[in-house]
C-alpha cells in the first residue's frame, strides 16, 4: 500500500508537516519495502484550492492514506471522494518513519 506523509522535507527523516495542503514534500512510502519516492507540492503557493489540489497529487500517485497534521475541510472533501484514508494528529515531533511506522503499528 502506498502512503502519502505530508513533510517538511524530500526524506524519511525529515518532520512530518502538520499542514497538509500547504506542506512542502509529499513522500510516497511503499509500506512493504519502505522506499519512497519525494514530491514537492504543487499547491503550496497556490492563493486558493491548495489542498485539492494537494489531493489530486497524491491521488495520482497511488496513495490510499495519508498522515499529516490536519486536513482543511476542501482538502478533506476531496481526499474522501477519491478514497484516501485520511490520519490526522501527526506532528512535526515526529520523523516520516516514525510516522509510517506507527500507521503500520496501529493497522
Do not use: H, W
Not at 84 to 93: D, F, M, Q
Request: aromatic residues 6%; charged residues 20%; glycine residues 12%.
Amino acid at each position: 500500500m502506498k502512503i502519502a506523509v505530508a513533510a517538511t522535507g524530500g526524506s524519511m527523516s525529515a518532520r512530518v508537516s502538520e499542514k497538509f495542503g500547504r506542506c512542502q514534500y509529499f513522500l510516497i512510502v511503499d509500506s512493504e519495502t519502505m522506499k519512497f519516492e519525494p514530491l514537492s507540492n504543487s499547491g503550496i503557493n497556490m492563493a486558493g484550492g491548495a489542498g485539492p489540489a494537494a489531493a489530486r497529487q497524491i491521488s495520482d500517485r497511488g496513495a490510499k492514506v495519508v498522515l499529516t497534521g490536519a486536513v482543511g475541510p476542501n482538502a478533506m472533501s476531496a481526499l474522501t471522494s477519491m478514497g484516501i484514508k485520511v490520519e490526522n494528529g501527526y506532528s512535526e515531533n515526529q520523523t516520516v518513519r516514525e510516522a509510517v511506522e506507527k500507521y503500520l503499528k496501529t493497522t
